[in-house]
């Protein structure tokens, strides 16, 4: 079982900056990709940035340039450093957690979501 578990979302305002992290625990053999999504009431879930086991890095055209992924392979972590945060990037913020289990089965879990709010 792997667990997935998100923090550091809140309240801040617009040209603010959030640091947002993500931890997967649990029988992990191997983290193939940790990535952020996100998504508003009503509305599909939307890609923001992922990271790779091989260090590579992927952003939506919306955050590139404002949000950096980074990873700590050491304790199966990563993180969203969300600068000039604009109103339009309130949401919920999920992570997204693949590898192998210690029993090499393929797992694909989702964390339970943190709420970040950019005031106007």
């Known amino acids: 079982q792997v667990q997935v578990v998100e923090s550091g979302g809140g309240l801040v305002q617009a040209g603010g900056s959030l640091t947002l992290s993500c931890a997967a625990s649990?029988?992990?053999?191997?983290?193939?990709?940790l990535g952020w999504y996100r998504q508003a009431p009503g509305n599909q879930r939307e890609f923001v940035a992922v990271?790779?086991?091989?260090?590579?890095?992927n952003y939506a055209d919306s955050v590139k340039g404002r949000f950096t992924i980074s990873r700590l392979d050491a304790k199966n972590t990563v993180y969203l450093q969300m600068n000039s945060l604009k109103p339009e990037d309130t949401d919920v913020y999920s992570c997204?957690?693949?590898?192998?289990?210690?029993?090499?089965?393929?797992?694909?879990?989702w964390g339970q979501g943190t709420k970040v709010t950019v005031s106007s």
């Open positions: 997204n957690a693949r590898g192998y289990t210690n029993v090499r089965l393929q797992f694909d879990y």
């Open positions: 649990g029988s992990i053999f191997r983290l193939i990709a």
């Open positions: 990271t790779n086991s091989g260090g590579g890095t």
